[in-house]
C-alpha cells in the first residue's frame, strides 16, 4: 500500500508532464496525492473494518467506503464516470476496463495469503465499479503477483507467471520510452497494467522501480502507483522514501495508512 502511495504522490507531478528520462527529483514541488491514493486508501479501509474476516466484505459495504472516502476528497482527480458513481445514490458498476481497478488493489495483495483469497477479494472491489472482464483482470494479476512475490516468487517466475495468465511482456522500458513519452495515454488496464509489471521486472531497487514508471511516460502516477505495489512486495520500502511521502497526505489518509499496517503487524 505504502509503495502505492509513493507511486501516485512521485508521479503527480509527470502525469500531464512526461518525460524520458530517469534523472528527475523524486519530490517536487508539483507532487501531491491523487484519486490513486485516496481509492487505495479507501480499500484499505474497506478490510480495515473486516477486521481479518474477509467473508464480511460485501459489495454493499466495499460501495459504501468507496463512496464515503471519496466523497472527502471531490477533486483528487476521478475519471468522469468513476466521479459519477462516487456521487451517485445507487451506485452501479459500469462495464469499466479503465486502470483505476488495478491502482487501488495494493492493499489486498498485503493482506491476501495466498492465489485464492487475492483473486476473490481483488474480484469483489473491483467489479462495484470496474466490472469489464479486462478491468478485473488487472486487478486479479496485480494482487496475484503481490502474493507470489511475498512468498519469494522471483522476478522471472513473475514474468512467467503473467505471460502464461494475463499479459504478454515483451515490451521494454525503453520501447515504452520510445512509443509513449511526450503523451498521457489510455488509461485503461490493458496498457497500464504490462507497463507498470514491466518497469518493476527490470528495475533494481524500489526506487529504480519509480524512476522507470515516470520515464517511460504516458498515465505515469497510476503506473508508478501500480508498480509500486509489486516493488513494496518485494524490495520493501525505504524509510526515508516513505517519510517525504507521507508529508503530503492529510491527518485522515495518515490515519488509514497507520492503521492498515498496524493490523498487518
Not at 466484505?57 to 475519471?79: H, M, N, V
Not at 520493501?236 to 495508512?257: M, N, R, S, T
Amino acid at each position: 500500500m505504502k509503495g502505492a502511495i509513493i507511486g501516485d504522490i512521485i508521479g503527480s507531478a509527470y502525469e500531464f508532464n512526461n518525460i524520458a528520462t530517469k534523472d528527475f527529483p523524486l519530490f517536487s514541488r508539483g507532487c501531491g496525492f491523487t484519486d490513486d491514493t485516496v481509492m487505495t486508501c479507501a480499500v484499505a479501509k474497506a478490510l480495515l473494518d473486516c477486521k481479518g474476516d474477509y467473508s464480511l466484505l460485501t459489495s454493499e459495504s466495499i460501495t459504501e467506503t468507496l463512496q464515503k472516502i471519496a466523497r472527502k476528497y471531490p477533486d483528487a482527480g476521478y475519471g468522469a464516470r468513476f466521479i459519477s458513481w462516487v456521487f451517485s445514490h445507487h451506485p452501479q458498476p459500469y462495464n469499466s476496463y479503465g486502470n483505476g481497478s488495478a491502482m487501488r488493489i495494493s492493499p489486498v495483495g498485503d493482506v491476501a495469503a495466498d492465489l485464492d483469497t487475492a483473486k476473490d477479494l481483488a474480484t469483489k472491489i473491483s467489479a462495484v465499479s470496474h466490472n469489464h472482464e479486462e478491468g478485473i483482470k488487472g486487478a486479479v494479476c496485480i494482487a496475484e503477483c503481490m502474493v507470489l512475490l511475498k512468498q519469494g516468487a522471483a522476478k522471472e517466475e513473475i514474468r512467467r507467471y503473467v505471460e502464461e495468465k494475463y499479459y504478454r511482456l515483451d515490451a521494454t522500458c525503453d520501447d515504452y520510452r520510445r512509443e509513449q513519452a511526450g503523451c498521457h495515454g489510455r488509461e485503461i488496464c490493458q496498457i497500464s497494467v504490462p507497463q507498470a509489471i514491466v518497469c518493476f521486472l527490470e528495475s533494481i531497487s524500489f526506487e529504480d522501480c519509480m524512476r522507470n514508471c515516470i520515464s517511460i511516460g504516458g498515465d505515469s502516477d497510476t503506473i508508478a502507483a501500480i508498480a509500486g505495489g509489486l516493488a513494496e512486495a518485494f524490495y520493501g520500502v525505504p524509510e526515508e522514501i516513505w517519510d517525504q511521502a507521507e508529508q503530503y497526505l492529510d491527518e485522515y489518509l495518515k490515519g488509514i495508512v497507520q492503521a492498515f499496517y498496524k493490523e498487518q503487524a
